[in-house]
């Protein structure tokens, strides 16, 4: 397997653009979690799935930020209007369903940088 | 919520020495992850534990459940360069948050050669 992929790995954007980050978690796995990293705050998470279904989008910092994931192969998180203090590295991660679906597989993330 | 505390924040040592670092939590937890981050890419596991007491390695790695289940500390020896980067710990309480992962702050490990 590839792994999670997440696309694209570097996006520059203006202020007040939208942006939408892209993840494929690894096939079979049937939860998925968007997570955001910067160096004040380390990683959150901001919203996750199971099955498809959102379970708890608590982590989302405002109306701006929204999640989608239409089946279980794909996911967007998107961010609209943009803003500079939303530049981070916005990790997707994956696990499984059964006794080892703790282990989440992350991706390589996608690094915003809002100018 | 539940939040872990892991410790040091950051580590500066000389290649070939061992290294300890380790988390805390006032909560419980039914599974302890590490996991390491290198520059630009994302954290990859490194060690899964399950049952308190658990003691598992993985090469110059090895990490262990605390017995209470409110704490994991992971070990390495021997370092070598390549072993720069962060250090997470991340803790799983079960029931029915599906997976959800409570992560530590990670520790930053740099080694001069």
């Known amino acids: 397997d590839a792994g999670v992929i997440q696309s694209p790995r570097h996006e520059v954007t203006e202020m007040g653009q939208e942006v939408t980050l892209r993840c494929k978690p690894i096939s079979g796995h049937n939860s998925l979690f968007w997570y955001r990293q910067t160096m004040m705050r380390g990683l959150e998470l901001l919203i996750y799935f199971n099955n498809n279904v959102p379970i708890d989008d608590s982590g989302m910092p405002e109306d701006r930020f929204s999640a989608k994931m239409p089946n279980a192969s794909f996911s967007t998180l998107k961010i609209q209007p943009s803003e500079p203090r939303d530049s981070a590295v916005y990790f997707c991660?994956?696990?499984?369903?059964?006794?080892?679906?703790?282990?989440?597989?992350f991706g390589q993330g996608t690094r915003l940088t809002v100018v | 919520g539940q939040q872990l505390n892991q410790s040091p924040q950051s580590m500066f040592i000389q290649e070939g020495e061992d290294v300890s670092m380790n988390c805390t939590s006032s909560?419980?937890?039914?599974?302890w992850l590490w996991y390491k981050q290198d520059p630009g890419e994302g954290p990859v596991l490194l060690i899964a534990?399950?049952?308190?007491?658990e003691l598992t390695s993985n090469g110059r790695l090895t990490a262990q459940f605390g017995i209470t289940r409110k704490d994991s500390f992971l070990n390495i020896s021997a370092s070598i360069p390549s072993d720069v980067g962060i250090y997470f710990c991340?803790?799983?309480?079960?029931?029915?948050?599906?997976?959800?992962?409570?992560f530590g702050q990670g520790t930053i490990l740099t080694v001069h050669p």
């Open positions: 991340a803790g799983y309480a079960g029931g029915t948050s599906y997976g959800k992962l409570t």
């Open positions: 534990l399950y049952k308190a007491g």
């Open positions: 909560s419980i937890f039914n599974t």
């Open positions: 991660a994956s696990s499984a369903r059964g006794g080892m679906n703790t282990e989440a597989f």
